[in-house]
Structure formats: C-alpha cells, structure tokens
Nanobody, 122 residues
Framework: QVQLVESGGGLVQAGDSLRLSCAAS????????MGWFRQAPGKAREFVAA????????YYADSMKGKFTISRDNAKNTVYLQMNSLKPEDTAVYYC???????????????WGQGTQVTVSS
C-alpha cells in the first residue's frame, strides 16, 4: 500500500517562501512519477508540478513556472516543492500525488496524500 505524507504547510505572509515535503512509503519508487496538486476554497483542483523520480525531470503548470520548484531525494523517497514569492491566491490545500511512470507527467495520479494547508496572508 502506497502512502504519501505531506508536511511543511502553514501560515505565512505574502512574499514569503515555504517548502513542502512529501514522504512516500510502501514500495520501491524508482519507476514512479510524483507531484503536487492544490485546491483553493471554492475552486477546482489544480495541477502544480510533477517530477519523474528516475531522471529528476520536472514538469510545471504554466502559471507555476519560475515561482515553484519541484525536486526529489530518491534515497529518502521524498519529493519537495519549494514555493517562493507567495501570494494570497496561493492559499490552498496542497496534495502530494504519485503513480507508476506515465507517458506524460501531467494527467491522472493514482495515489494521493491527505494534503497540507498553506495559507498566505496579505
């Protein structure tokens, strides 16, 4: 059973940075893609970024490029999301996701964490 556990969320001020972590367990993840989605109150779930664990190749939603950075530490089975220059509109629950390697890094993901709340005050 794959488990994804997020951490690092919290309350920050506009302009601050925050790093989210996602620890994966339950199997070998060398042939996995992992990533992040977010969901703001009253809004649809939104893809943020993903990374292919074997190569480290990232993929970002257009609106996240240059602001968020996804990375991984395969030895720790952990994926990170570095978020800079945060704005109130970045307030959302951030979910870690994972799946066996797919053709493209965006799309459907099989496994989801419980989510971590990020709140950015103005």
């Amino acid at each position: 059973q794959v488990q994804l556990v997020e951490s690092g969320g919290g309350l920050v001020q506009a302009g601050d940075s925050l790093r989210l972590s996602c620890a994966a367990s339950g199997r070998t993840f060398s042939s996995y893609d992992m990533g992040w989605f977010r969901q703001a109150p009253g809004k649809a779930r939104e893809f943020v970024a993903a990374i292919r664990l074997s190569s480290g190749s990232p993929y970002y939603a257009d609106s996240m490029k240059g602001k968020f950075t996804i990375s991984r530490d395969n030895a720790k089975n952990t994926v990170y999301l570095q978020m800079n220059s945060l704005k109130p509109e970045d307030t959302a629950v951030y979910y870690c996701v994972g799946r066996p390697v797919g053709v493209l890094l965006y799309g459907e993901y099989r496994y989801w964490g419980q989510g971590t709340q990020v709140t950015v005050s103005s």
